[in-house]
């Protein structure tokens, strides 16, 4: 489970970063910075807070309420699906990486991130893998990306039905391909993204026949 070590180890203010959102073929990638104040945080969060991927849908959504609640400091960034297009998707989470940092209320002095790509902060940065297993406050900023993430899809699933991203959130899965073979991609498609060329190009082959024929 995470606790505080890494961030004892660290001196003054510490962030944790995390994102969700990079292998979706859909929707935007969201980072989140987070610092937790050790002498408010409740014994639900620092006993049951994990890395998101571990937790129940139910459970990251309470995990959230409580951190908004518990005077943790927090920054949401975000990278559109414009701009992972544009300069691919680790340099858009970085961004959005560099964004959350931006958005808290207060600077951090290190910043602890998930991974093992830094990105270019103004605070001395320490990559860790798979550091929402590992880190309280990456764990908190994993939930609260996900969370609003997560959020942000099924927003969009009431205005592009067929493609399933209420429960999917953008993610591969059959019943999203499936949409984006019988409705074509819409705006918050991914077109860099392998199975989204694949569709273009099969849509454009398509065309080029029909005209031909």
């Known amino acids: 489970m995470p606790d505080f070590a890494l961030e ?31 002498r408010r945080i409740p014994k639900a969060l620092r ?20 951190l908004f609640g518990c005077g943790a400091a927090i920054g949401i960034g975000a990278a559109s ?10 340099r858009a989470t970085l961004a ?15 910043a602890l ?7 270019p902060l103004p605070c001395p940065v320490k990559t860790v893998i798979g550091g929402d297993g590992l880190s309280l406050s990456i764990a908190a900023a994993s ?13 969009l699933a009431l205005r592009y039905g067929g493609y399933g ?4 959130v953008g993610y591969g899965t059959p019943e999203h391909r499936a949409g984006i073979e019988r409705l074509g991609p819409t705006p918050h498609h991914r077109r860099s993204f392998a199975p989204l060329q694949l569709a273009l190009d099969l849509a454009t082959e398509g065309e080029s026949l029909a005209s031909e024929a």
Do not use: H, Q
């Open 8 to 38: 004892m180890a660290c001196s003054g203010l510490v962030c944790g970063i995390d994102e969700a959102g990079r292998g979706p073929l859909a929707g935007p990638v969201v980072a989140a910075a987070v610092i937790l104040d050790r």
């Open 81 to 90: 699906v414009g701009e992972i297009d544009r300069r691919n998707i680790l």
């Open 47 to 66: 006993y049951g807070l994990d890395d998101s991927k571990k937790l129940l849908p139910e459970e990251r959504e309470e995990f959230a309420t409580l």
């Open 165 to 168: 991203w209420a429960t999917n």
């Open 143 to 155: 939930v609260i990306a996900k969370v609003t993430r997560d959020r942000l899809m099924r927003r």
């Open 96 to 110: 959005a990486m560099c964004r959350a940092v931006a958005a808290l209320p207060r600077a951090p002095e290190t």
């Open 113 to 119: 991130v998930d991974g093992n790509v830094p990105p």
